[in-house]
């Protein structure tokens, strides 16, 4: 009887772990731009010292899920170009470029098509897009892995996309004329 009681318990037990990890609604993913820093040689090739704007391209909260699974995971793009506007802004301005509203110069950014994927590691992989006051625009498209969690594998892919648009030609051309 004892037997049948620790083994129903322990199935008890389970049974509440699993429910509070699949929780009742979607796990939102957000990310922080203090999670990572760009590589310090990311933005080298920036040398001209001026005012540009940038500016998110979604005026308002854009949810969408980024994983469909046993448990959905959703995402805001408008928060995650935001990281991306913040670790751009970062660098530009240790290159001596000022961050100004109503500049000459302006970069729309707008992050999208994410996709997570769970497993082993967790893989996260998105579009950064760039579009420059000129009408010229630049697509980076990145991939980061975490073994801990989501958040840091959104995080992570959002620095790679922004450490390669700060070498992308197209961006270079149009922030150092």
Request: proline fraction near 3%; hydrophobic fraction near 40%; glycine fraction near 6%.
């Amino acid at each position: 009887m004892i037997c049948l009681w620790k083994r129903w318990s322990s199935f008890a037990l389970a049974g509440l772990v699993l429910a509070a990890i699949s929780g009742c609604g979607p796990l939102v993913v957000k990310s922080n731009p203090g999670t990572f820093s760009v590589p310090a040689d990311a933005a080298a090739q920036l040398n001209k010292q001026q005012s540009v704007t940038l500016d998110n391209a979604y005026k308002a909260e854009t949810q969408v899920n980024i994983y469909t699974g046993s448990r959905d995971w959703q995402a805001d793009l408008q928060q995650y170009t935001e990281t991306a506007i913040a670790l751009l802004g970062r660098e530009m301005t240790k290159k001596g470029i000022d961050l100004a509203p109503q500049s000459a110069k302006s970069i729309t950014l707008r992050v999208r098509d994410v996709q997570a994927s769970p497993g082993w590691v967790i893989r996260t992989i998105l579009v950064l897009e760039a579009q420059y006051g000129d009408g010229t625009k630049s697509t980076i498209a990145a991939e980061n892995t975490s073994p801990s969690d989501a958040w840091r594998a959104v995080d992570g892919a959002i620095m790679r996309a922004v450490s390669q648009l700060l070498r992308d030609d197209k961006f270079l051309a149009y922030v150092n004329r």
